[in-house]
């Protein structure tokens, strides 16, 4: 069964930097694109960051763009997000996922998702 | 950037009932529109890609369509589990995505 499971979350100060990985398991990691996915307490979710299989692509939301960088190593199956200059905007939780694409590649959709780990901004 | 609008924000029924989601683009993104249900203390799951084909696994009273910048959720009869809020999500061009703000689904 895929699983994702992402670690490295707790409690940072503003301005601090915090680096989550995912580990991934059960399916060929390095053949995918994968993403991050966050969602800050009581509220919607909020896609954060996009990387190809090969890391030669990277996407990134406007609020992360500049100060979180995406990051991946298929030698041991991880997914990574380095969080700088962290603000309390950026508390939520912050989901690992897999992006397949359907029908012959043309339609993209997160199939499978971790858990989540909850990142903390404050002072 | 592309903005998504879904209504209601929320929704209160009882079970049977017929359920109507709408997810507004502003503007043209083809089919490519994805619908996921997250229940309270769970990951988001897939329900539909492509605007109108159900992941396998999800059962088929689940059912979207649209096209361009107007797509619908349907769930044609709602069952106690249904409880959850569900999100509209684009994926189209670039690889920067958005998702709707959600709409809560409260079963009476």
């Known amino acids: 069964e895929v699983q994702l499971v992402e670690s490295g979350g707790g409690l940072v100060q503003p301005g601090w930097s915090l680096r989550l990985p995912c580990t991934a398991s059960?399916?060929?990691?390095?053949?995918?694109?994968m993403t991050w996915v966050r969602q800050a307490p009581g509220k919607g979710l909020e896609w954060v960051a996009n990387i190809k299989q090969d890391s030669s692509e990277k996407y990134y939301a406007d609020s992360v763009k500049g100060r979180f960088t995406i990051s991946r190593d298929n030698a041991v199956n991880s997914l990574y997000l380095q969080m700088n200059s962290l603000r309390a905007e950026d508390t939520a939780v912050y989901y690992c996922?897999?992006?397949?694409?359907?029908?012959?590649?043309?339609?993209?959709?997160?199939?499978?998702w971790g858990q989540g780990v909850l990142v903390t901004v404050s002072s | 950037d592309i903005h998504m609008t879904q209504s209601p924000s929320s929704l209160s029924t009882y079970v049977g009932d017929r359920v109507t989601i709408t997810c507004r683009a502003s503007?043209?993104?083809?089919?490519?529109l994805n619908w996921y249900q997250q229940r309270p203390g769970q990951a988001p799951k897939l329900l539909i890609y492509g605007a109108s084909s159900l992941q396998i696994g999800v059962p088929s009273r689940f059912s979207g369509s649209g096209f361009g910048t107007e797509f619908t959720l349907i769930i044609a009869s709602l069952r106690p589990e249904d409880s959850a809020t569900y999100y509209c999500?684009?994926?189209?061009?670039?690889?920067?995505?958005?998702f709707g703000q959600g709409t809560k689904v409260e079963v009476k």
């Open positions: 999500q684009q994926s189209y061009g670039a690889l920067t995505w958005t």
């Open positions: 503007e043209n993104i083809g089919r490519h």
């Open positions: 059960a399916f060929s990691f390095s053949n995918y694109w």
């Open positions: 996922a897999r992006i397949f694409y359907y029908e012959n590649g043309v339609y993209p959709a997160i199939d499978y």
